[in-house]
């Protein structure tokens, strides 16, 4: 596919959609593809834009919290709508950060009520206690030039968290979320397993192999440049990397911080410790076969789709050394744990089992749950993109026509601030609540099993959309009440209001505004009795908060009205 077609189609649609120039356009359309969200989500939620113009973003273009219960990751975005790259446009850019983010804007420049709004969350996240991860991104619509390659190197040395994206970097990355719903080719590849160099020549002891009812199971040592070998014929076959990894951890490449320790170890003196100071890589296969001795001074270990569902940091750090030096890894092991089923929960079990220290994507795992089909069925019945799965965003017929679109999570999140009455949970715990619907979805014992066990008399699938309904039409009213300080920080607890008034939406929405303005003034002189310094923030992400909306609309909730 020609590449300018391609971003120039998408650019005229982001145009007609939001209005926007084309500047704003190639804004929405570098964001949407970075972070895999719907369009009209980096429109209402992430960009800086405001009535259709920039002015008073703070020099960031974009800005996207992923707040969890333990981590959290900020997303900073600058967008160049031109072909060269600037050494000055990246320093004011990181300056820029800096000023706002680092220094809580010290030289008072005047902000508009999105940056606001960031700016006072996430000084609320750290004056909890929490360590804010920070990513800065730079792109620009022209190509990186030999002659930028030492501009990247030097900003990219002063700042870890920066990474600069050309157009070429943003076509490939379309490119990949395109192919993620695409079947991968068949792969089939032989591990050499390395004997131990401790052991007597009768006993090479390569291999510790044993079998649990229909699970196979070998552990091994193998040389770090043949386990690039693997991605090297995966990107063969597949023409990308990313399809050797798990689908429940694939999100994660490249995202994690602990690269730069892994990269540190193996680029050291002592980097033949690698072993005993990594855990290793899990991989598990369709189909193995091992040897019955040793064969001609090799352990050969054949394998059908193997995929790996732990260890995704070290592979993708490994394999980055090996493309720009290989020597490097010269005398570098890993440890293997290879593993043979086809049972999906086995493999389950094993992939969240490995991944303790790392998050594991509950929405790529109920992606595929009955429930979703007849969500994603109801949802296009309405002319609404629903997006399930990682790619979506370019590959739903409806989203790639910049048609009305969301993404399941957001659907979830805003079903739980209204239907199970939890606006607070809603707001501060997304992968506590997707992996409720998980665990909702298969066992029977749980409290929510009637809603998403996939029957298709479920009552969900109504609610899902009506929850949707209440959304869109809070961010409809947000962006038209943008003078109110607190409506970027409320949506769960309007949701939640608009819920229980059971009203004509608009009617609900005012009364429910005022209510919150009422219960705000309250709580702020509640706190100032107290010397204490209310926020936004804060409130919002508290069950008091609800409590104090249900006081002053009597509101019954449901537990208490049972």
């Known amino acids: 596919?020609?590449?300018?077609?391609?971003?120039?189609?998408?650019?005229?649609?982001?145009?007609?959609?939001?209005?926007?120039?084309?500047?704003?356009?190639?804004?929405?359309?570098?964001?949407?593809?970075?972070?895999?969200?719907?369009?009209?989500?980096?429109?209402?939620?992430?960009?800086?834009?405001?009535?259709?113009?920039?002015?008073?973003?703070?020099?960031?273009?974009?800005?996207?919290i992923d707040e969890d219960d333990n981590e959290c990751t900020m997303h900073v975005f600058q967008m160049k709508n031109g072909k060269g790259l600037g050494d000055n446009v990246l320093s004011k850019f990181v300056n820029d950060y800096r000023n706002i983010f680092v220094y809580g804007n010290s030289t008072n420049i005047p902000l508009n009520s999105k940056v606001k709004s960031f700016l006072e969350?996430?000084?609320?996240?750290?004056?909890?206690?929490?360590?804010?991860?920070?990513?800065?991104?730079?792109?620009?619509?022209?190509?990186?030039?030999?002659?930028?390659?030492?501009?990247?190197?030097?900003?990219?040395?002063?700042?870890?968290?920066?990474?600069?994206?050309?157009?070429?970097?943003?076509?490939?990355?379309?490119?990949?979320?395109?192919?993620?719903?695409?079947?991968?080719?068949?792969?089939?590849?032989?591990?050499?397993?390395?004997?131990?160099?401790?052991?007597?020549?009768?006993?090479?002891?390569?291999?510790?192999?044993?079998?649990?009812?229909?699970?196979?199971?070998?552990?091994?040592?193998?040389?770090?440049?043949?386990?690039?070998?693997?991605?090297?014929k995966e990107?063969?076959?597949?023409?990308?990397?990313?399809?050797?990894?798990?689908?429940?951890?694939?999100?994660?490449l490249k995202y994690n911080k602990t690269n730069k320790n892994i990269k540190e170890t193996l680029e050291s003196s002592y980097s033949e410790y690698f072993p005993f100071l990594n855990n290793g890589i899990t991989i598990i296969s369709e189909k193995i076969k091992i040897p019955n001795d040793m064969q001609a001074g090799y352990y050969p270990i054949e394998t059908t789709n193997p995929v790996i569902v732990n260890g995704l940091q070290t592979t993708s750090v490994i394999y980055d050394i090996y493309k720009d030096d290989r020597t490097k890894l010269d005398g570098v092991y890993v440890l293997i744990r290879l593993y043979e089923t086809n049972d999906p929960d086995i493999v389950d079990k094993i992939t969240d089992a490995t991944n303790t220290q790392s998050p594991i994507s509950y929405r790529d795992k109920i992606s595929?749950?009955?429930?979703?089909?007849?969500?994603?069925?109801?949802?296009?019945?309405?002319?609404?993109?629903?997006?399930?799965?990682?790619?979506?965003?370019?590959?739903?017929t409806l989203s790639k026509q910049l048609n009305e679109s969301i993404q399941s999570d957001s659907v979830f999140k805003f079903w739980y601030a209204s239907y199970q009455e939890l606006p607070e949970f809603a707001k501060n715990s997304k992968s506590k609540l997707l992996e409720e619907i998980f665990e909702a979805s298969s066992d029977k014992f749980h409290k929510l099993y009637s809603l998403f066990n996939g029957s298709k008399d479920s009552p969900i699938y109504n609610q899902l959309l009506k929850s949707y309904e209440i959304y869109r039409f809070i961010v409809r009213k947000r962006n038209e009440n943008i003078d109110n300080d607190f409506i970027n920080y409320a949506d769960e607890l309007i949701s939640y209001g608009i819920y229980k008034l059971e009203k004509d939406f608009e009617e609900a929405y005012s009364e429910v505004c005022n209510?919150?303005?009422?219960?705000?003034?309250?709580?702020?002189?509640?706190?100032?009795?107290?010397?204490?310094?209310?926020?936004?923030?804060?409130?919002?992400?508290?069950a008091k908060s609800r409590y104090d909306l249900n006081k002053k609309m009597d509101f019954i909730e449901k537990n208490e009205a049972q």
Not at 239 to 248: L, P
Not at 377 to 396: C, M, P, Q, W
């Open 121 to 232: 969350r996430y000084t609320n996240i750290v004056s909890s206690g929490k360590i804010v991860d920070v990513k800065l991104y730079f792109i620009f619509s022209g190509e990186k030039e030999i002659n930028d390659q030492a501009i990247i190197e030097r900003h990219q040395e002063e700042n870890n968290e920066l990474i600069i994206y050309d157009i070429n970097d943003l076509y490939d990355r379309i490119d990949n979320l395109i192919s993620e719903n695409k079947k991968r080719k068949n792969i089939d590849f032989s591990f050499m397993a390395e004997k131990s160099n401790i052991s007597l020549k009768r006993d090479p002891q390569a291999l510790i192999s044993f079998q649990i009812q229909n699970v196979k199971a070998i552990n091994f040592r193998l040389k770090a440049l043949d386990l690039c070998q693997l991605l090297d």
């Open 368 to 396: 595929n749950r009955d429930f979703n089909k007849y969500t994603k069925a109801l949802f296009e019945s309405h002319n609404i993109g629903y997006l399930a799965k990682r790619g979506d965003t370019f590959e739903n």
């Open 515 to 542: 209510s919150i303005k009422d219960i705000i003034d309250e709580e702020k002189k509640f706190l100032e009795g107290k010397n204490l310094t209310y926020s936004h923030n804060g409130y919002f992400k508290s």
């Open 1 to 64: 596919m020609n590449k300018e077609l391609f971003i120039n189609g998408y650019l005229e649609r982001i145009e007609k959609k939001f209005s926007l120039s084309r500047n704003f356009a190639f804004e929405i359309l570098a964001i949407t593809a970075l972070l895999d969200q719907s369009f009209d989500e980096v429109f209402q939620n992430i960009s800086t834009i405001v009535n259709g113009n920039g002015e008073h973003d703070g020099g960031m273009d974009g800005i996207y």
């Open 235 to 252: 990107k063969e076959i597949n023409k990308r990397i990313d399809t050797v990894f798990s689908d429940n951890i694939r999100g994660f």
